[in-house]
C-alpha cells in the first residue's frame, strides 16, 4: 500500500470526500427513451423498458427493498453487483433450462425476451430456516402442502430438497400455496407446474455444486419462469444475494450441533438492522434514518457478497454521468436486434 493511499484511509475529510462521490453514483431511478419502447415497468427495484413486445431491457437500479418496502437511500454498486452475478448464472444454467438473457451490454443492465410470466414463484428449500422456521416454530408442520416431521431444529438440512410456491403479489406479501391449490385453481397446468418443478430441482443442484466449489452452502431460493414463444423460460434473476440465501460451509455443522446462527450471505442483514430498529413494514412504522455511514456499509457488504458468491475481484464501475453510460451502451446495443 502506497503512502498516499495510507494517508487517504486515516484522513476522515478525505475518507468522507471519497463517500460523498460513491453515494452521488448510486442510480435511484432512469427515465429513459429507447428506440422501440412500448411502455416501462417499475418494479422494487428493477426498471424494465418493453421494445417492441419482443424484448425487455432490465435495469438493476441501486435501490433496496426490505419487508416489501423501497427504502429511501440506493445502495451504490448494489445493482451492479446483482445484475453481474445473475448474468453469471444464466449463463452458467442454460443448458438446464433456457432463459430470457440475450445479453448484459452493461454491468447494471440485461436485454433479453419478454415472456408471459407464470403468476408463482417457484421457492426451493434445503435447510429449514427464514420463514420456514418461523411456520414450524410457531407450531405448524404443512408447509405448501408438505408435511414435516417433528423434532426439527433451526437451519437442519432436509433429506431432500423441498419446493414452497408462493404467489406473486403485485402489492404487499406473496403468499404461501401448495402444488395442489396452483393446479386446482387453473393458476398454472398440471403440465407446466410438472415442468418447472423439474427444472426447479435441477437448477437448485447446479447451484449448489457451484456455492460447493466457494465454500459456500445455498440454503434457499427462488426461481421464476414464464413463457415465450410457447416454450417455459427462466426468467428475472438468480442465485443472487436479493433472491438467495448462501451459509459459509466450513462452520455449519458445528453451529448446527452448538445451537449458534449460522454465518450467512445474503441481504438477512439489511432486515436485521430494520428489526434492530424497530422497522417491519408495518403501519405506522417508519423506516429509520440511513446515514452515510451505514450505506457505505452495505455497499461494501455487496461487493463482499459479489466476490465470494463468484469468486472473481469485483471490478467498480461507477465514475461521473453512469446514468448516460447505460443509456448510451443500451442504444448501441438495441441497433443489433
Known sequence: MNKSHEANLTNPAVHKL????????AIISTNFTLPRQIDVYKGKVRDVYNIDNQYLVMI???????????LPRGIPYKGQVLNQIASKFLD???DIVPNWKIASPDPMVTVGLRAEPLPVEMVIRGYLTGHAWREYRSGKR??????????????????????TPTTKAQIGHDEDISREEIISSGLVTEEIYAQVEEYTYRLFQRGTEMANE???ILVDTKYEFGISNGRIILIDE????????YFYAGTYQENFDKGLEQKQLSKEFVRQWLIDNHFQGKEGQTVPEMT?????QVSERYIELYEKI??????????????????????DFLKSL
Not at 471519497?18 to 453514483?25: F, G, V
Not at 438493476?60 to 423501497?70: E, N
Not at 404443512?142 to 430438497?161: A, D, M, V, W
Not at 452515510?292 to 457505505?296: L, P
Open 18 to 25: 471519497k463517500i460523498t462521490n460513491m453515494l452521488t453514483d
Open 60 to 70: 438493476v437500479t441501486d435501490r433496496i427493498s426490505a419487508f416489501d418496502v423501497v
Open 92 to 94: 452458467a444454467t442454460a
Open 142 to 163: 404443512t408447509l405448501c402442502g408438505i408435511s414435516l416431521p417433528e423434532g426439527l431444529k433451526e437451519n437442519q438440512r432436509f433429506e431432500r430438497p423441498i419446493i
Open 214 to 216: 466457494m465454500g459456500l
Open 238 to 245: 438468480i442465485h443472487t444475494p436479493d433472491s438467495s440465501r
Open 292 to 296: 452515510d455511514d451505514f450505506v457505505e
Open 310 to 331: 463468484t469468486g472473481e475481484p469485483f471490478q467498480r464501475e461507477g465514475g461521473k454521468n453512469v446514468q448516460n453510460r447505460i443509456q448510451n451502451n443500451i442504444h
